[in-house]
């Protein structure tokens, strides 16, 4: 009818949102495939782009040397991140870390007792008792927190698991047989990816992807339990089934990951704060940023450290240690701001 303006559709509620947790994500994957390939450039040796398919040393070094630390960094950063944005939404705990449930001391444990028998210098043995460790913690957490599927059963077991594995870790070294065992023990537990090979590559990464996928399968229900237990438990989710899942995923992806390059910590606390905000409080959202935020941090902190001065290189957990330090305070000051203002 005349004088009468037809209505304008309404945008779709949450289209904002969703074009830019895409934006976002896809601002990650190319920071990642940046960062991977920086990884493959950075060293004492500096191989830029022009001499990787010219030049047979540069070539060398980046087959043979670079790249299979370059797909070790990229798993394992993601692995630790998405294990991070899991455990912090199951926990609904910002504080959660992967190293929070015991799985990666008991894996490094594990290392540690091979590395205390004489087995320093057979990667697969060391790989095969990491993994024998978390797997241990895997069945030790089924065992005390049973069926209950309760967070503050899961975060109380994990406790007792990390403090055990470390007590008994301090114990392995300070009984160790000869100063070069105790070396050995320290430097692999400090983390790093130096000398990794494809053969490095073939044993873990099946199993940290592997992991990762359980993980993923978790988002819904942590959709759902940011409902509330009781809420989530009346529209049908298995509280039980979900810890058991995410149990498993962080015994495959977290073992893996200490297996092959010792441990790494803060990556699975700092990825999720530094996306939250930006993804929103949505857990399931999280999740994949959460991925490539980690693949980009480790890939970023391995190149650096090989960039340092001198004639070695500083350990990579060392360098995470650096930067999640800070990290850490300044988030226990924020969030005791908050606090106050409330």
């Known amino acids: 009818m005349p004088g009468i303006t037809p209505t304008q ?54 087959l043979e040397l670079r790249l299979p630390r370059a797909i070790l960094a990229a798993a394992i950063g993601a692995a ?28 490094a444990l594990g290392a540690v007792g091979a590395i205390f028998l004489g087995f320093a210098m057979s990667p697969f043995v060391i790989f095969g008792s990491a993994m024998t460790g978390a797997a241990s913690a895997v069945l030790l957490l089924a065992m005390l927190v049973g069926r209950s599927g309760s967070a503050i059963a899961f975060i109380l077991a994990g406790m007792v698991l990390s403090s055990l594995s470390g007590s008994l870790t301090a114990f392995l070294i ?22 990794r090979s494809f053969d490095d590559v073939a044993l873990a990464l099946p199993l940290i992807l592997a992991g990762m996928a359980l993980l993923g399968f978790s988002a819904p229900a942590l959709d759902l339990l940011s409902l509330g237990e009781d809420a989530a438990r009346s529209l049908g989710l298995s509280t039980g089934r979900l810890q058991a899942i995410i149990v498993a995923g962080l015994g495959l992806a977290v073992g893996a ?19 939250r905000p ?7 959202a999280l999740l994949f940023p959460s991925a490539l935020g980690g693949a980009v941090l480790l890939l970023a902190a391995d190149s650096l450290v090989r960039l340092s001065p001198g004639a070695g290189e500083i350990r990579l957990g060392i360098a995470m240690a650096l930067i999640g330090t800070p990290f850490f305070f300044a988030l226990l000051v924020n969030m005791r701001r908050r606090s106050s203002w409330l």
């Not at 309404?10 to 074009?19: A, D, L, M, R, W």
């Not at 294990?83 to 910002?94: D, E, H």
Request: proline share 7%; charged share 10%.
């Open 80 to 107: 630790l991140g998405l294990s991070g944005a899991v455990l912090q939404g199951y926990l609904r705990n910002p504080l959660a870390d992967p190293t929070l449930v015991g799985v990666a001391s008991t894996a």
């Open 257 to 275: 990951c200490v297996a092959v390059s010792g441990v790494v910590g803060f990556v699975g606390l700092i990825v999720p704060h530094l996306l």
């Open 174 to 195: 300070s009984i160790a047989p000869n100063p070069f065992a105790t070396s050995e023990i320290i430097s692999w537990l400090m983390g790093a990816l130096t000398d």
């Open 9 to 62: 559709p309404s945008p779709i509620k949450g289209e904002g949102k969703v074009n830019r947790n895409l934006g976002i994500t896809l601002s990650l994957a190319l920071g990642c495939i940046l960062m991977f390939g920086l990884s493959l450039m950075a060293g004492k040796v500096w191989v830029p782009f022009s001499a990787w398919f010219g030049d047979d040393t540069g070539w060398w070094i980046i």
């Open 278 to 284: 930006l993804v929103g409080q949505k857990p399931s």
